[in-house]
């Protein structure tokens, strides 16, 4: 099984985006991947999230119980994040989840992760990229790094056990160490 990598290409992820959008009738997988992107949520604790954990929010901070490790973790909300928030909230008045199933035969239920997942690698087919529903979790990382955020912080934005764990889940290899040395010019 190949293992799932960030998207290295900013633009690339604002593709899966387009197409998410395009290839489905709803906007609920374009606006998750826009979600999880922004707050390297993973996809198990996105799903659950229901409109009224957003009166938790202070200021913009949002204290997620995680379900894989049992521990509250505080998630800062960018500017985008919260108005898809707002704008799902006003789009879906009667749904208790943000990410909620218009189908009657699973009325009042989050769409399921392997739906999720399905849809992800269906519009990474199209650009040639191996993503599923951890991916964004991943972009963000990967990104940080390459903005200068420095590893013990996005260790800890994880909650990760250890640096190494971070580095090999932001997807660095063995070619960004060599980019490394390739751009020593002195």
Known sequence: MKRVEPVRDKEKIAEVEALLRKHNTSPIYGDLWVFLNQTAARITDALALRFVDFGNVEGNVLHLKEKKTGKTRSIMLTAKALELVAQRRADNPGHEYIFEVDSNRAKGKPISRVT?????????????????????????????????????????????????????????????IEDVYQGIDY
Do not use: W
């Not at 390459?146 to 994880?158: D, N």
């Open 116 to 176: 999720v997942s399905a849809k992800f690698k269906e519009a990474g087919e199209i650009l040639n990229l191996h993503i599923a529903a951890h991916t964004p979790r991943k972009n963000l990382g990967y990104h940080a790094l390459q903005r200068g955020v420095s590893l013990p912080t996005l260790t800890k934005t994880y909650g990760h056990s250890s640096q190494a764990v971070t580095l090999a889940y932001c997807g660095i290899m063995d070619k960004d």
